[in-house]
């Protein structure tokens, strides 16, 4: 743990990032931003619970309403939430920004991530869903300093040089793409199964690396098996579930993938590993 600075400069140890890192982070109008799959429920469905059936997993809730509401109302309810006011980037970018690791995996949905990286270029990456012209889950855009606009690119001008912002859930920004509900995840996870939910060129950067997993939540299971299909051919790593007792979801989740978890917060984390 000493020299997890020098692994996340070096590119072996890989941020990858959940909900969780919202905790803790109030909005400007003194609400809560969501933070795990309850609280994002509520917010998208107005501060109302739901069935406890739906209340199981956030993807299930969207589903229901999706198909009470249409597409439409989830994506524009999903922007709205990270959108529509304004709030202090969450301290975990603010500490990753010092050393700018040059591969991130984010699975939130807004673009704190962006917004720390703007001050060089970079590639984003942000999935898709439910698309009938290609395989790929992704859209790849460079992001260049000068001009301060993301541009798409095609995924053979993906290359290493330049730090890689990868957001398999999708992002509001530069457009709005979501992976949010039910629909969504059984789409990408099928093509990522298949191979084509990540770019070539990650598919072997990410061989024998480790991952500081960050605000993911490894009880509900459609986030483990996005995990484990990201970060697929990983050597451990670590985890940051401050708990006295894992769920036996989480503890074979953490074994399975050699991880070692850290009982610290990630605010106890960060404030234990500044730069």
Known sequence: MDDIIEKLKSGTLIPFLGMGVFEGTIASDGTQLPFDSDSMILALNNGR??????????????????????????????????????????????????????????????????????????????????????????????????????????????????????????????????????????????????????PPILKDYRKDKEYLFMGVDFSRDTFRMVANEVTIGLKGGFTLLNKEELTKKEDKFIKTHSLENVKMSINEFIDSHGE
């Open 49 to 198: 619970a739901m069935s406890p059936r739906l209340m199981y997993e956030y993807s299930r809730a969207a589903m229901s309403l999706e198909q009470r509401k249409g597409r439409e109302f989830v994506v524009q309810m999903t922007n709205h939430i990270f959108s529509s006011k304004e709030y202090e980037v969450p301290k975990v970018y603010q500490w990753l920004s010092k050393f700018k690791p040059k591969y991130i995996i984010d699975t939130t949905v807004d673009d704190s991530l962006q917004k720390v990286y703007s001050d060089c270029d970079h590639f984003l990456i942000t999935g898709i869903s439910r698309i009938t012209a290609d395989y790929d889950r992704f859209i790849i855009y460079k992001y260049e300093v000068s001009s301060s606009e993301y541009k798409k690119v095609e995924k053979e001008e993906l290359s290493l040089d330049l730090p890689i912002l990868f957001k398999p859930m999708g992002s509001t920004k530069p457009e709005m793409n979501f992976i949010i509900s039910d629909a969504d995840f059984v789409d990408w996870l099928t093509e990522a199964m298949g191979g084509y939910a990540i």
